[in-house]
């Protein structure tokens, strides 16, 4: 069996990438855009394509070489902060990006079973009544990053419908562990608390919202469900994947400063405060769990003592790089 991961190097990518190798004997391939050092530890073991997939037919002749049975389609915008800053940006690439991919498989005629990946993001807006969240709740997207995953979603459905594209669609809540860069709440604190830890900054972290509550799972759960979905999962569906408890973000900062053990000042900033956050977010995954049994196992302390792990180690590397 062959499979093709793009977005390969990315937070989820890489971690996808280690599964596949330590649990099948597939033969793995990926495509990269920019740094590839997530997957550096497993070049021996990959092929690589650098690749700007927002080319069509670069696409097209990746696909046609690779001939994979299995698309893992993860390259994307994923910061929706971003997007409200380039909205244009991201609606462009996620949307063309996953345009390409499938338009190339029913194009090529491939037998290819893809993965289409949005994001619980596109429930958006979530009231009290919808929790938790399953397939049917309503999608009011909130931001430019979710409306992009509600197009890759629906142009999963419209290939599968109108060319027979064994698209399978899933809805991963928010995720953490190693590898996962700034720019989200939980990499944000391990990072400063690391940089705390190592003198380079005041024991000191601003925060917005702390009281609101989000479903939070393990990268590597989420990517065994990934595996799960694709392979049992049925075309055309839809699946949430989620840690199906919550967590509010006052927990995972105080699960984070107690695991540093460090006497750190929460200071509340306005500024950080996004009036579109929703106060509670839970997923329904008995929908994937019926099909494949699968579910997330990761206890949350260790998805963050290992991502702290990870920000300590790449503080400590930065460090030495910045000295003369």
């Given at each position: 069996?062959?499979?093709?991961i ?5 937070f989820?990518?890489s ?47 990746i ?28 609606l ?7 345009l ?34 399953d ?6 997207p909130?931001t ?16 599968f ?13 928010n ?7 700034k ?10 608390i ?16 702390l ?12 990517v ?9 999962g ?14 509010t ?6 699960t ?5 053990k ?19 977010i ?11 049994e699968w579910?997330a196992?990761?206890?949350?302390e ?14 400590s ?8």
């Amino acid at each position: 069996m062959r499979a093709l991961i793009t977005g390969i190097s990315g937070f989820a990518g890489s971690h996808l990438a280690e599964y596949l190798l330590s649990h099948t004997d597939w033969h793995v391939t990926g495509t990269v855009y920019g740094p590839d050092s997530n997957v550096a530890h497993l070049k021996d073991r990959l092929a690589l394509y650098p690749a700007e997939l927002s080319q069509s037919q670069l696409v097209r002749d990746i696909l046609q070489e690779v001939r994979p049975d299995f698309v893992f389609h993860l390259a994307a915008q994923p910061s929706p902060g971003l997007s409200r800053r380039d909205p244009w940006f991201t609606l462009e690439n996620n949307i063309r990006v996953q345009l390409n991919i499938l338009d190339a498989v029913a194009q090529i005629g491939l037998a290819s079973r893809v993965l289409v990946v949005g994001s619980a993001d596109e429930y958006g807006l979530v009231l009290p009544d919808d929790l938790p969240i399953d397939e049917n709740t309503p999608l009011r997207p909130t931001t430019p990053y979710a409306v992009s995953k509600v197009a890759q979603d629906y142009l999963g459905l419209q290939y599968f419908l109108s060319h027979k594209v064994a698209t399978i669609r899933v809805r991963p809540f928010n995720h953490i562990g190693p590898r996962q860069s700034k720019g989200f709440v939980a990499p944000d604190f391990a990072s400063q608390i690391a940089e705390i830890e190592a003198g380079l900054r005041p024991p000191e972290i601003r925060v917005g919202a702390l009281d609101v509550s989000r479903d939070l799972s393990d990268v590597r759960d989420i990517v065994r469900g990934y595996y799960l979905a694709l392979t049992q999962g049925e075309p055309g569906e839809v699946y949430n994947l989620g840690a199906e408890r919550e967590c509010t973000i006052r927990a995972l900062l105080e699960t984070l400063i107690s695991l540093a053990k460090l006497d750190v000042r929460i200071v509340q900033d306005p500024l950080l405060v996004r009036s579109s956050d929703v106060p509670r977010i839970v997923a329904d995954c008995r929908k994937l769990r019926a099909r494949t049994e699968w579910r997330a196992e990761i206890p949350f302390e260790q998805s963050l003592r290992d991502l702290l792990d990870y920000w300590r180690q790449r503080v400590s590397v930065e460090a030495v790089k910045d000295q003369p």
